[in-house]
C-alpha cells in the first residue's frame, strides 16, 4: 500500500519484520557486499539496521536504529574487517523499537566462541522456548524482547556443549513458526529456513564465495549468481571445506501469498516465479473479475503499478500515471505536527490535477487495511477534480492478521472484517469498489494452493498458534523478562530510540 513509514494520520502498510543477507567469501570486503545486499532488500525493515563481521578470531557488530545507509558510512564499513558476515534490516513484530531489537543479535557461547544472527520472520512458540532457555540457564540482561534474541541464546547454550552446527539441528525441530535466519560464529555462516518456508530465503554463488539473501534481488545487486532456494526445514554450512546441507524437518511448504501481492520487489523470483509477472497478472484477472466504466486506469504507486498495468491491458482502457510520489520518504522518528499531520498521504504522494481532472479513474492498489489510506485518496482525487473513482484491490479482503511475520492490524482494525465489499466501499468514499479474488491470486502466483499460506485473506493458520501469539508483538515484554546475554562487542553507535505503541 502506498503509505508512509511513519504514522500521519494515514493508514500503515503491512510491513513485514526483516530482511536477512549473509556472506562467505575470503578476499572480499564482506561489510560492503552485505551493505548493497541490505540495501536492496531495504523495502522489508526500515526500522534498524546492522552487520556483524568475523575475521576468523573475533565477531564484531555494528547495528543502529535507522535506514541502511542512514546507519553505515565508508568509515564503519572499512573497520568491519573479515570473511564472514550476518547483515540485518528490521521492521518489529516481537519486540520494541529500540536499539537493543537491533539484529544481529549477538550472543558468547560457554566456551568463549561468539555467534551472531538475523532473523526473517515470528516465532509463535516463544513461551514456551522462554522457558526452555531458564531451564538451560540462559543469562538475562541486555534488556532484549525479541524472540530472535531468545533463539540465539538457546543455540550459543547449546553450542557450548556441542558445537553450532549440531546444536542448530537439535534446537530448530523445536521451533515453530515462520523463521529464515541467517548466522554465524567465527569460521563458518549458517542459514536455515523453517520447514513451512513462510518466508522465501535464497543462495547465491560469488566467483570466490557464497551469499545467501531473504531475495533474488539482493542476490544481483553483490553479482551473486542465484544457485537455489534454501529448502523449508534445511540447514546450510558453509565454511573453508564448501558447502553442507542437513535436514532438521520434514518440508511441509506454505510459502506466503503475501509476498507476490506486496512485501517483495518486483524484480525478485520467489519458487521460480517472476514477482512481477505475477503482480501483472494479478492486475489481469483484476480486470476480469471487477470490470469498471472509466476513462484511466492509475496505479497507487509503487507497489500497485504492476497490476494496474496488467488492469488496463486486459480493459482496454488506457493507462496513467495520477499519482506522484516522493521516493525519498522513508522511516522517520521525527513525530509530525498536527498541520502536517492532517495533510495525511500527501506527504507521500501528491496528485497530477490536469492528468485527473474530468476522468472517471480506475485507481489499483495492492490492499486495504484499515482503510484510511483509499479513504483520503478518494478524497484527494475528488478534491482534484475526479469525476468517479472506482477501487480496484489486487488482494482479497484482508480479514485475519499474521503471526507468521507481517505486521498487520489486529483483527478488530481490519475495515474487511467488519464490513462486506459495499460496507467498506462506502467507508472510503468510492463509487466503485473491486477486489481479486483468491482463486485469481493464487493462480496469478503459478504455485500449487496448497503450497501457499493464505491465513491473512481465509483464517487458515498453517502452523498451529498457541494462545500466547495472541499476545502481538510485545509479549516478552508483557512476561516483563528480557533474554540477555553477554556483552557484544560494539563498535559505537547512536542509542536513540522511538517506542512503539502497543495495539489494542
Known sequence: MATDQFDAGSDPEPREECGVFGVWAPGEEVSKLTYYGLYALQHRGQ??????????????????????????????LSSLRGHVAVGHCRYSTTGSTTWENA?????????????SLGHNGNLVNTADLLELAQAAGVATGTGAT?????????????????????????LLPMVRG??????????????????????????????????????TAALDIVGA??????????????????????????PEPKGCVFEFVYLARPDTTISGRSVHASRVDIGRRLADEAPAE??????????????????AQASGIPYGSGLVKNAYVGRTFIQPSQTIRQLGIRL????????????????????????????????????????????????????????????????????????????????????????????????????PRTRL??????????????QDAMAGKFRLEGLGRGIGGSATPVLPAGYGAEEALQRP
Open 225 to 250: 549468481s542465484f544457485v537455489r532456494e534454501v529448502e523449508p526445514g534445511e540447514l546450510l554450512a558453509i565454511d573453508e571445506g564448501g558447502l553442507r546441507s542437513s535436514r532438521f524437518a520434514n
Open 294 to 311: 472509466a476513462d484511466l486506469v492509475i496505479p497507487v504507486p509503487e507497489s500497485g503499478t504492476p497490476a494496474a498495468i496488467g488492469y
Open 453 to 466: 499460506c493464505s491465513a491473512c485473506f481465509d483464517g487458515d493458520y498453517p502452523i498451529p498458534l498457541p
Open 47 to 76: 526500522e534498524a539496521a546492522g552487520i556483524s563481521v568475523s575475521d576468523g578470531q573475533q565477531i564484531v557488530v555494528f547495528k543502529d536504529l535507522g535506514l541502511v545507509s542512514q546507519v553505515f558510512d565508508e568509515q564503519v
Open 146 to 170: 525479541t524472540d530472535s534474541d531468545l533463539l540465539t541464546g538457546l543455540l550459543a547454550a547449546t553450542a557450548a556443549d556441542r558445537g553450532l552446527e549440531q546444536a542448530a539441528l537439535e
Open 178 to 215: 515462520a523463521f529464515c535466519l541467517v548466522f554465524a560464529d567465527e569460521d563458518t555462516l549458517y542459514a536455515a529456513r523453517d520447514p513451512h518456508g513462510v518466508r522465501p530465503l535464497v543462495l547465491g554463488r560469488l566467483a570466490r564465495g557464497w551469499v545467501v539473501a531473504s531475495e
Open 103 to 115: 539484529q544481529p543479535t549477538f550472543r558468547t557461547t560457554r566456551v568463549g566462541g561468539g555467534l
Open 348 to 447: 507521500k504522494l501528491n496528485p497530477l490535477r490536469d492528468v485527473i481532472r474530468g476522468k472517471r479513474l480506475v485507481v489499483v492498489d495492492d490492499s486495504i487495511v484499515r482503510g484510511n489510506t483509499q479513504r483520503a485518496l478518494v478524497r484527494m482525487l475528488r478534491e482534484s477534480g475526479a469525476v468517479e473513482v472506482h477501487v480496484r484491490i489486487a488482494s482479497p479482503p484482508v480479514r485475519w492478521p499474521c503471526f507468521y511475520g507481517i505486521d498487520f492490524a489486529s483483527r478488530a482494525e481490519l475495515i474487511a472484517n467488519g464490513l462486506d465489499a459495499d460496507g467498506v466501499r462506502r467507508s472510503i468514499g468510492a463509487d466503485s469498489l473491486g477486489y481479486v479474488s483468491l482463486e485469481g491470486l493464487i493462480a496469478a502466483t503459478e504455485q
